[in-house]
């Protein structure tokens, strides 16, 4: 069963190819950071336009990549939201354009419900802390626009634990990198500075602290960092020494405060997998204390490599295979009336 997924749900024009769920036959990403990263953010409508441009291209790069043609795909997956709605239509519309050509079902899935179970993808390699992970496990979505906890139990079957109640960390980080003077995507500049700075510089809080609250505030912390930025005399400059430890003590906060909830969370429902995904989960602190604290607690996560973490394909088509026949049957045909919601809940959602 090999299934393309496409994915353009905000700035990545992307598409995979897929086997039974698992196995990545062709991956690829055109990413718009260059056009966008002049405004500083995401610009709609310039987003819209490069997925119109770059979507087949890229569709059919996958398909020489694997060695196929359009119509030895046995079905389509398509992120169908949630996301910026002109971006998801570019995806969803050749979606349906290419299932009527090949006469092969499609099935839109939700973008966020693709994080959380990249894991289950067949991956290998340093990068990735690999092993699939086995139900129930406790996965936390961590990207520009989310910042959610669940409980899972099998595909489809979700149970939110908690939740931002303000900024996405993804946003907390793009929006301090802001501040500072960083690119746009500015999470990887953060990382990148936070290497060289002391990550108890300075102390910046730690929002909902208590042990049975499984939300997330985080611009607490984005907000002290601007008032600690307003003391200074002048702007810290990149290789001045304060400037990595802002970066390393704002990283620290944000990390020690997820990888507490996630584990606390773990051991609440009495789990003993934890999935860590979304574009932060790229964050080299994230993922180094997300495996110590997991090790003392005797714990296996799952985090996926870093190509994997940011918005990509390969997740779309590997979920949407337990939405295809022959896992769902009765999504056979496929419906031309499939729509792109730019907010758009997924899965048996519980709690
Ligand atoms: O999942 P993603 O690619 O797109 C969304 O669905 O939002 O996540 C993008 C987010 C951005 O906020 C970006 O700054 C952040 O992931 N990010 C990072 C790192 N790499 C990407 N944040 C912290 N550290 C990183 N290394
Ligand atoms: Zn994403």
């Given at each position: 069963m090999r299934v393309l997924g496409i994915e353009s749900s905000c700035d990545e024009t992307a598409a995979a190819i897929v086997e039974d769920g698992r196995r990545v036959l062709a991956d690829k990403v055109a990413s718009q950071i260059p056009v966008h990263a002049r405004y500083g953010g995401v610009v709609p409508e310039l987003a819209s336009r490069n997925h119109i441009i770059e979507i087949l291209p890229i569709i059919q790069a996958c398909l020489d990549e694997a060695q196929m043609t359009l119509d030895q795909i046995d079905g389509i997956g398509v992120a169908a939201g949630p996301g910026l709605v002109g971006s998801l239509l570019v995806g969803v519309e050749v979606a349906k354009a290419l299932a009527y050509s090949i006469n092969k079902p499609l099935v839109g899935v939700n973008h966020i419900e693709g994080h959380l179970m990249a894991p289950l993808l067949d991956y290998d390699g340093p990068e990735g802390i690999s092993g699939t992970p086995q139900f129930p496990f406790v996965g936390l979505v961590v990207s520009g626009g989310h910042t959610h906890l669940?409980?899972?139990d099998g595909v489809g079957q979700y149970s939110v634990l908690g939740a931002t109640r303000d900024d996405a960390a993804g946003e907390a980080f793009d929006?301090?990198?802001?501040?500072?003077?960083?690119?746009?995507p500015g999470g990887v500049y953060i990382d990148r500075a936070a290497?060289?700075?002391?990550?108890?510089?300075?102390?910046?809080?730690?929002?909902?602290?208590?042990?049975?609250?499984?939300?997330?505030?985080?611009?607490?912390?984005?907000?002290?960092?601007?008032?600690?930025?307003?003391?200074?005399?002048?702007?810290?400059?990149p290789h001045e020494q304060h400037f990595a430890d802002i970066c390393a003590s704002f990283q620290e906060a944000v990390v020690e405060v997820l990888v507490n909830k996630t584990f606390r969370a773990a051991r609440d429902q009495r789990v003993k997998d934890v999935v860590i995904s979304g574009g932060v989960s790229a964050n080299s602190r994230l993922r180094q204390r997300a495996l110590q604290v997991a090790t003392s607690n005797n714990i296996n996560v799952h985090i996926p490599p870093l190509h994997l973490c940011t918005d990509n394909a390969t997740m779309i088509a590997a979920l949407a295979h337990h939405y295809l026949p022959p896992a769902s049957p009765e999504n056979a045909f496929t419906n031309f009336q499939l729509n792109a919601s730019s907010r758009q809940a997924f899965g048996k959602i519980t709690g």
């Open positions: 669940y409980r899972v929006k301090v990198a802001k501040m500072l003077g960083l690119p746009y290497k060289e700075g002391r990550k108890d510089a300075i102390r910046f809080p730690r929002a909902l602290p208590q042990k049975t609250n499984f939300d997330f505030s985080f611009s607490g912390v984005k907000t002290s960092v601007l008032t600690h930025l307003k003391k200074l005399e002048r702007p810290p400059e």
